[in-house]
């Protein structure tokens, strides 16, 4: 199997060491599982990878958006890293967790006023404004709370990070940030620098998502690097922080290949170390905001099966009980996994089919033509990694209520997320 936590006893596919298909059988489906272990090992990768390669005072961020809720919180507040949430319902979530505030740092491209207000209320250490208005508005919240708030500012470095158009997010015409190429991130500097209540500590950049381009990374800092570079020299500004966002690939499936994240990090350090000295001047403390390669790999998402249609000189379909709903990714952005028979390992897989799920959308597909054994109604199946915006990008389009998520530990297993039930489906219905 490509993972690590996969793997098959009897013909039974087995996850974080749990065979999944009693776990369907103990919880129901369609059903979140998520390798707590695996979390854990990914944020340690992360803390060790950034101090190994850019010193102490390095921060990985957790991007709460692959997946929150508190669970995840009180993991990440042992496992001492820090947060990037985008909501005032991520901020509760994590408050709810008792996740230290002034880890927290506040992003989105549409901050209301009542969010600013209410992350400062909840002592939100660092806001990310991402334009003027919002720059002014937290100043303007802050004033009248008698309190001086750390802001970093968002910036597009101008870079295309060759993934799929939907996450590619630090284009020069990019809905998020001000861009350096046109010299707005610069008037948005002098902006920030002469408004009262706010203390600007440094740069966010956030080109993509599931980017695997060797130098994407290196090239944004680099023109990160400059812009710190002209602002020390024409205004002499020191930036104490440069955030350079997430972004890092996960294998979803064979052909993606598993990405080496430690040495691509050091990497981007040498880089940044070089570019800092051609510069002449010191590295601000670096902060990078991992989401889907914290989560991705420590999920799996267990479905049963209902109609199994074979339309005779065309396809077949292989439904399931549970599809967009839960993971939309598929029908968003064409995004490959790999489906297993949980409880058919061994058999060869004969069969070419689509895997869909119940909603009354033909876009309603988790993966199109995957090989799979001959499958009967009350079969398990399973799809891989899917620990990153499945569960945080769930619906209840069709009133289907969201799944479990179910936590694995090497001791034992329990719920984190209780399946919706009926009542709360409609409980806010008057
Ligand atoms: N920081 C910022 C400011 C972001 O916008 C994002 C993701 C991250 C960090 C985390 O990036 P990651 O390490 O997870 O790639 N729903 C899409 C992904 C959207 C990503 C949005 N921003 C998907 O399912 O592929």
Redesign the pocket.
Known sequence: MFAENLSIRDGVLYFAGHNTVSLAAQYGTPLYLMDETRIRQNCRMYREAMRASFGADALP?Y?S??ASFKRIYEIMREENMCV?V?SAGEIHTAALAGFPMENVYF?GNNKTNAEIAYAMEAGVGCF?ADNREELEAISRIAGARGIVQRVML?LTPGIDPHT?E??A?GKVDSK?GVAIETGQAEALFRVAAALPNLALEGF?C?V????FDEDVFERSSDIMLEFIARLRGSYGFATKLLDL?????VQYVDSDGAADIPARIAELAASMRRKAAALDMPLPAVLL??????V?DAGLTLYTVGAVKHITGYKNYVSVDGGMTDNP?YA??Q?AYTVCAAGHMDKPAAMRCDVVGRCCESGDIIQPDVALPELRRGDILAVCTTG???Y??ASNYNRVPRPAVVMLTPEGSAVAVRRETMEQLTENDV
């Not at 966002?245 to 690939?249: C, H, L, N, T, V």
């Open positions: 961020l991007a958006k692959a990037d985008v992003h990310v968002r799929y939907a996450v997010t998020f966010h956030h993509g998502s599931q980017v966002g997430g972004g890092y690939g905001e991992p989401g889907r390669s914290i991705a990714r968003l952005y995004s990153a915006y499945n945080s990008m």
